[in-house]
């Protein structure tokens, strides 16, 4: 019982330095609530007046929910970049960096499951997918194998935060044998939720767009340029914000990691370009459709653009020496991001539906309801990735732990004002 | 407060100096009130509109069970629900049934393009027989309007709309569900609300489908219609002769297509599109039946029968013929 009494005590504490922190925590906080309330609100008349408050028609039936998914679940799956120099290389600087990656992992797996969860026709329905009460069409469906995949993911990362945060806590050495094989589990697993996403549209024979052989591999390597690029960003604003130190070599780790994998998916690019445009089949009317437009219709052809020139402009300044300074390097970063977004969100999802089997070039626009879910999902991801690194930092830090436990209680039942939030508040009136 | 920083590597920040802490956190635990306050109106304006949502779902549908798992009892209630849900809505009684396959029979339809004149006739009669909605409107069979000389789908037109038809130098591709006897529609389904019956019509049941539209993405042939609104019929139009896998109303939110008219064909009936053809080039029947008019057309047409799309592998059992 005192075990479990333990445990509970630790998701209280942890629960309570959640809600505090100085008025930047607050407004932030707040700004990203109010977002994801007004994404509720939005959610909500989606649901009583159907899809039809989307941009979604039956000639175009995925559209930004879809694409959101499809990027996230490659940010979520390149978290695993940090995980693989600090298990298998041994690199020190990275290794309690882990930890921020894996949580970006669960809060990106979060988003993804909300926005799939949001393109449902039939929300009230997605209980008909768990086994035993519904019927889940495993192994047929590459939508079941998502399901299963992101969810065990989900599970193996919570897993091994879960456990490492706890012994932190607990001051105890962590059992290898409790995390380790999970560690190396994950890393696979974050390989193949990727490549069951990218399954999913590569499995659709009808649509020559998407039933490529060459998708699953390019889905990877711009995976591994978003996850990580996000990460380099996410890790300068952690450091500072907070009394976090983040080494400048761990990001330069990164940046290896974000130059390589670009090269990559630079070079899977002009192999698929090529292969759409020289060879000059009918097939190729998809990639025809997302570059140039057919007959006056052409809502990509600027966004893909945009994006081919962030991708070009990333790449430029990663394979410089320039990148090695962090502006430089956040810059790039942050193009790269933007490029992957559009060029495999929206990018990938929409000209896949563009022209319909049948010949008709129907385009898709997302309307301001379906924008702001998506928004709001962002936001709600936001929001729990920061509530996360807010209970994980202290806890790594060592300002929250077992001992001080006690006079926390003792001090006051109610206290806002642990020993944690001090820290941050310092270190605002420090700045000031 | 010394145990704090028991850590090496993360920057020491200094000790405050001085500590307002008791009024700060009155303020806080007052502002916190109002905050969650303020925060559950918001919470609850934000989802009003939900109201609307009263009888989208109940727990007595929620728990119902998959179309295969149903007892003839169980089956029985469902119908009953349906009827009175029905009457509530259209006030009508309709004759809803849940016809099964025949034995000894698959059903297979094959259009003669010589023959057919681009009328729509047969997307309208689908529309008036399977309960689809008018608004916004959904159709099951498109026809494409092509340009003699080509099978090329990206050279036709979908929305032509001329004085008369036919229209000279052109020809008329309807298409609708082709009823693959190898359906990758199926094969997708997360929660196998579509599969295939004995007598080779693919159907869905709209009672279990979550409507990812995962199928409309897998469908070569844009057979697959989702119901982005709640589907409105117009009282007088309604065909109360309905069966579950059919042309029974639809909710909102779920996939449906053409289910070769099975509330008609499993009664022995022609389907309503082949029934109001002026032309007679629709032609529909039981191909394990010998004697039977589709196989001998099969037989008869077969150097000018082709299938839609057969390097997909789909195996459709609706064929497309000219007349020699």
Known sequence: MTVVRNYLLFLRRCL???????????????????????GLHAYAEQLAGGLATTGMTDQVSWGIYIANFTFLVGVAAAAVMLVIPVYIYRNRHLSDLVVFGELLAVAAILMCLAFVTVDLGRPDRAAYMVPGFGKLNFPGSMLAWDVVVLAGYLLLNAHIIGYLLYCRYQNWTPR???????????????????????????????????????????FIASAFVAGPALIILALQVIRRVSTYVVPDEALLTLRSIVQVAMLINAFLL??????????????GASAEYLYFGINGHDALVPWIWTAIALNIVALAILVL????????????????????????????????????PLGEVVEYMPTWNETLISFAIWAFGLLAFTVLLRISIPILQGSINKENERAEIRGSGRSVRTPETRALHVQTEEEK | MSDMHSTPGPREPARPGNDNGMSRRSFLR???GATAFAGVAALTAGLAPLRELASFTSLEKFLQKHYKEMTPREMERVLDR??????RQYGMRPHVRDLKPMDGVEFVYALNLSRCIGCRRCVHACV????????????????????????DLTKGEHNYEPESVPEEGYFYMPVQCQQCANPPCVKVCPVRATWQEPDGITVIDYDWCIGCRYCQA??????????????????ERLNPNMSYLGNRPREVGVVEKCHFCIQRTRAGRYPACLEVCPVGARKFGNVLDPESEISYILREKRVFTFILKEEQGTLPRFFYYLDK
């Open chain 2, 82 to 87: 349906i009827a009175r849900e029905v009457e």
């Open chain 1, 321 to 356: 020496p320039v990148s090695k300074s962090l502006r430089y390097l956040n810059t790039a970063c942050a193009c790269a991001i933007v490029g992957i977004w559009i060029e495999k969100g929206m990018g990938l999802v929409v000209p896949g539906f563009v022209p319909t």
């Open chain 1, 176 to 218: 290898r044998w409790f995390y380790i094989p999970f560690v190396f589990v994950a890393i696979v697993w974050a390989i193949s939720i990727h490549t069951v996403t990218a399954f999913l549209f590569v499995g659709l024979g009808g649509r020559d767009f998407w039933s490529q052989a060459i998708v699953g591999p390019r």
């Open chain 2, 30 to 32: 007052l502002s916190g």
């Open chain 1, 16 to 38: 309570r330095v959640a809600f505090a922190g100085d008025w930047r925590y607050y407004a932030w906080m707040g700004v990203l609530t109010a977002i994801t309330l007004a």
């Open chain 1, 270 to 283: 002009i192999n698929e370009v090529f292969k759409k445009f020289y060879t000059d089949t009918a097939h």
């Open chain 2, 218 to 235: 897998a469908c070569p042939y844009f057979a697959r219609r989702f119901n982005f609104k709640k589907p409105v019929i117009p009282k």
């Open chain 2, 128 to 151: 008036a027989e399977n309960n689809q909605s008018g608004d916004p409107a959904l159709e099951y069979i498109r026809v494409v309007k092509m340009p003699q000389g080509t099978f």
